[in-house]
């Protein structure tokens, strides 16, 4: 199984909503991301979980709050996003999290916030 | 800090071939990576070569990395209506340990 697993594909939501997005994966993979995509852009890093710690925080904002329950799961918790928000979240993972590794990305989840 | 550049655009017809073209500026970069995103999708790693190496080849694609112009080439032969997507160059290295860099991405679109 080489598949990042992201639900769900898609997520509309008014600024006052909680919601989450979920990743998985059965690779065995020890670290595990959150980018940021707006259209036509680069994905932008925001989190970085390895061996289940929180390595990297890219000065996110605390409206986005992520949590690794697992070595295969990765949930980013929304709350009181803003219009800006609205992006596409791709998740993905590597093996170590280590300087020189291959990302694996799921489909990601189009966010639109209203 | 890291910076990688492409150009933005690439237009080819079928069955020729195609090179998309990036450079980046950090000299301790050990690893390049092309990543090809398709609509609607997520990134899919497509290659990737270590900084001690000048070239890879696998299939229909070639990696050339000139490590002292920190230029970084990807050819696609025989280019297919598939194959048109966005690519995106990144390098990861020590002075950004746990991330990857990536490049603004060129879009390749091949004519039928």
């Known amino acids: 199984d080489t598949e990042v697993t992201q639900t769900p594909k898609h997520l509309v939501m008014g600024m006052t909503n909680k919601k989450s997005l979920k990743c998985e994966q059965h690779?065995?993979?020890?670290?595990m991301y959150w980018y940021k995509q707006k259209a036509k852009k680069p994905p932008e890093l925001m989190f970085v979980y390895s061996y289940e710690k929180l390595s990297i925080n890219e000065s996110v904002p605390s409206r986005f709050s992520p949590e690794c329950p697992n070595s295969s799961l990765l949930n980013l918790h929304l709350h009181a996003l803003q219009p800006e928000d609205s992006a596409l979240y791709l998740c993905?993972?590597?093996?170590?999290?280590?300087?020189?590794?291959?990302?694996?990305f799921g489909s990601g989840t189009q966010l639109s916030v209203l | 800090g890291e910076d990688v550049e492409q150009s933005l655009f690439l237009s080819v017809r079928e069955g020729d071939s195609s090179v998309i073209n990036c450079t980046y500026t950090?000299?301790?970069?050990?690893?390049l990576y092309w990543y090809k995103q398709e609509p609607g999708a997520g990134l899919q790693l497509l290659t990737y070569i270590f900084s001690n190496m000048d070239m890879k080849q696998d299939q229909r694609l070639t990696v050339l990395l000139n490590k002292k112009d920190k230029h970084l080439s990807l050819r696609i032969a025989d280019t297919q209506t598939g194959d048109s997507a966005i690519y995106f160059c990144?390098?990861?290295?020590?002075?950004?340990?746990?991330?990857?860099?990536f490049g603004d991405g060129t879009t390749l679109t091949v004519k039928p």
């Open positions: 690779m065995g993979h020890r670290a």
């Open positions: 993905a993972s590597s093996q170590e999290g280590a300087v020189n590794e291959k990302l694996f």
């Open positions: 990144a390098e990861s290295g020590r002075t950004n340990a746990g991330k990857s860099t």
């Open positions: 950090d000299s301790s970069s050990t690893y």
